[in-house]
C-alpha cells in the first residue's frame, strides 16, 4: 500500500508539473499581446520562425517578352554561334527606373514606371551597359563596356539566358557610379570563373578609382583572407588600342562643361552612352558607321549631361549611322509611344532609329 501510495503521489505530481508546462506553452503561442518571459529569448524558439516570401527571380521573365520581335527562342540558344554581337545589359539613368519614388507616391501615378514593374516590360532599365561578344575563328571573347551600380543584377538576368560566364576585359566609359559602382561585384568571377580581369580606362578616371575603389587598385591594404576583386589596370589614351584581338578606338565626347567622357568605336559600331557635345575632331572617327549607340536622355529637352531627344536627332543626322539605338533613357521616354514617334522618321527622312531595352541582342560586324 505505500508503494501504491507512493506511485499515485509520483503520478500526481507529473500531472501537475504536465499541466504547468501546457499551460506555459500555450501562452507563448497564443495570439496574446503579451511578450515571452525573458528566458525564451536565449533559447530555441518553441514555435518554428515563420519564413519570408521568396523573392522573386529575375529569370522566370518569358523568353518571348525580352529579345526583339524578329528573334526567335531556337535562335536564342544557338545564339553563340552565330557570329559577333552586342547585348545591352542596361539602357537607363543612375537611378534606373522604375523609381521608388515614383511608386510610392500617393498622389501621382507614373505611367512608365508603373509599366516598369510589369514582367518583360521594356520600359525597366538599368545603368547603361553593354556587353561585346567578339567571335573569331579562334575564340570568342566577352567585353564588358562600364559596371555600373546595378551590374550585378543586369548579370544576374541576363547572364544565364545568353550563355555568358566569363569576362575578358572592361572598358570603362567614365568615372561616374553608374559606370563604375559595379566594380566590386567583380569578386565573384575573380574568385569562382577566372583568375583576374584587365580594365582598360583613362588616367582621370583612374584617379578617381584610386579613391572610391582604393583597396581594389591597391590591393596590399585588404586583410588576409578576404576576397576581392582582382583587377588589372590598363591606362589608356584617346588613340586607338586592342583588346582580345578587337581594335577599340576612343572617342572622346563631353559629359557636362568641362567633364571628359569617352565613347568608343569597334568595328562598324560606335557607342557613346553619356554626352552633352561631340568635339568636331570626334565627328571624323565615327565616319561610316553602321550602328550608332548614343544618348538620349529625355523627349523634350537636353540637361547639363546628357543629350535629349531633339538634340540626339540632330546628331544622327549629321554622324549619318545606317542604323541607330537611343540608350540612357529617364523614366520619361515611353518606350512603345516614343518608338512609334521615332518610325516616322524612316517614313518621312528614311531614318532607322529605334530606342534599345535591356536584354537587346544584335547582331554586329566586327
Aim: hydrophobic fraction near 35%; glycine fraction near 6%.
Amino acid at each position: 500500500m505505500a508503494g501504491a501510495a507512493a506511485g499515485v503521489s509520483i503520478s500526481i505530481s507529473i500531472s501537475t508539473a504536465a499541466r504547468s508546462l501546457l499551460r506555459r506553452r500555450r501562452s507563448y503561442t497564443s495570439a496574446s499581446t503579451l511578450r515571452p518571459p525573458p528566458f525564451a529569448f536565449r533559447s530555441r524558439s518553441i514555435t518554428p520562425t515563420p519564413r519570408p516570401p521568396p523573392l522573386p527571380l529575375p529569370l522566370r521573365v518569358p523568353l518571348s517578352s525580352i529579345h526583339s520581335d524578329t528573334e526567335s527562342q531556337a535562335s536564342v540558344s544557338k545564339g553563340q554561334s552565330e557570329g559577333s554581337q552586342i547585348i545591352f545589359l542596361g539602357t537607363g539613368t543612375s537611378e534606373g527606373i522604375p523609381r521608388v519614388s515614383c511608386l510610392t507616391n500617393p498622389s501621382k501615378t507614373c505611367p512608365v514606371c508603373s509599366k516598369a514593374t510589369q514582367p518583360g516590360n521594356k520600359n525597366r532599365r538599368r545603368n547603361t551597359s553593354i556587353l561585346i561578344r567578339h567571335v573569331t575563328a579562334s575564340a570568342t571573347s566577352n567585353i564588358l563596356v562600364d559596371a555600373g551600380k546595378f551590374f550585378y543584377h543586369s548579370a544576374l538576368q541576363w547572364f544565364p539566358i545568353y550563355g555568358l560566364r566569363r569576362l575578358d576585359a572592361v572598358l570603362i566609359t567614365h568615372s561616374h557610379a553608374d559606370a563604375i559602382g559595379g566594380l566590386d561585384d567583380l569578386r565573384d568571377w575573380t574568385n569562382n570563373v577566372q583568375p583576374h580581369i584587365p580594365i582598360y580606362v583613362a588616367q582621370r578616371d583612374f584617379e578617381v578609382m584610386q579613391k572610391t575603389h582604393y583597396y581594389l587598385v591597391d590591393t596590399s591594404v585588404v586583410l588576409p583572407g578576404a576576397a576581392v576583386s582582382e583587377l588589372q589596370f590598363n591606362i589608356i589614351k584617346e588613340e586607338p588600342f586592342t583588346v582580345h584581338n578587337l581594335k577599340v578606338t576612343p572617342l572622346p565626347v563631353w559629359h557636362g562643361p568641362g567633364y571628359r567622357s569617352l565613347g568608343f568605336r569597334f568595328g562598324d559600331v560606335c557607342y557613346i552612352s553619356d554626352a552633352s557635345e561631340i568635339p568636331e575632331e570626334t565627328y571624323e572617327l565615327m565616319y561610316n558607321c553602321d550602328l550608332l549607340v548614343l544618348d538620349a536622355l529625355r523627349p523634350d529637352r537636353s540637361s547639363t549631361t546628357h543629350f535629349g531627344l531633339p538634340k540626339a536627332l540632330v546628331e544622327v543626322r549629321k554622324i549619318k549611322p545606317k542604323r541607330t539605338l537611343f540608350t540612357g533613357m529617364m523614366h520619361l521616354m515611353d518606350h512603345d509611344k516614343i518608338n512609334e514617334d521615332l518610325l516616322k522618321l524612316k517614313e518621312t527622312e528614311g531614318l532607322d532609329i529605334q530606342l534599345s531595352y535591356d536584354g537587346l541582342r544584335v547582331p554586329v560586324s566586327l
